[in-house]
């Protein structure tokens, strides 16, 4: 699972990077767990399509600053998860989404691209997090206890549409 995990971060990062990371503040604030998250300025969801395979991930476009990828195979219902975490975090993926919640046992192995730790997780596209993802375009993430909320810019939540129906 590293491998592939690893490739679509990777090509997220080439796909949507043209420089070094920049930090955005406030990413890292616990917001409160009701209601729909305000979009962060630069950070936005992103859809790339490549043949019979999908990504979708939340970051700073022109950078390598990703917070959450997701890939599917066409019409697989199967998603494949990674992020970084920091040292320390537990092995699972926490996901919320208006109200639904979800936890998803991770591979956890020091990351090579940062301080602490790359995890991967397999889910079904079809779990109430991913389909009410779906419909309220934003999801967050949940480590040591910090809700990390990624919501859509303004115009852009369509890609979230668009890479659930791809994998079906």
């Not at 679509?8 to 406030?26: E, I, N, R």
């Not at 790339?48 to 195979?73: F, N, P």
């Not at 979800?102 to 090579?112: H, K, N």
């Amino acid at each position: 699972m590293r491998a592939p995990a690893l490739l679509v971060l990777s090509s997220l990062t080439l796909a949507l990077a043209a420089c070094g990371t920049t930090s955005q503040p406030g990413m890292g604030l616990t917001v409160a767990a009701s209601g729909s998250p305000a979009p962060v300025d630069g950070y936005d969801w992103f859809f790339h399509q490549d043949g019979d395979a999908a990504l979708l991930a939340y970051g700073l476009e022109e950078s390598d600053d990703l917070r959450i990828g997701m890939e599917c195979g066409k019409n697989t219902g199967r998603l494949a998860l990674s992020a970084l975490a920091p040292e320390g975090a537990d092995a699972e993926f926490h996901l919320e989404s208006g109200g639904d919640t979800e936890r998803y046992p991770a591979l956890s192995e020091p990351s090579e691209l940062n301080d602490g730790l790359f995890l991967t997780a397999e889910a079904k596209a079809g779990d109430p997090v991913f389909q009410r993802f779906r419909r309220v375009g934003w999801l967050a993430l949940w480590q040591g206890g910090e809700r990390h909320a990624y919501a859509p810019q303004p115009g852009s939540g369509d890609r979230v549409e668009r890479f659930f129906a791809f994998c079906g």
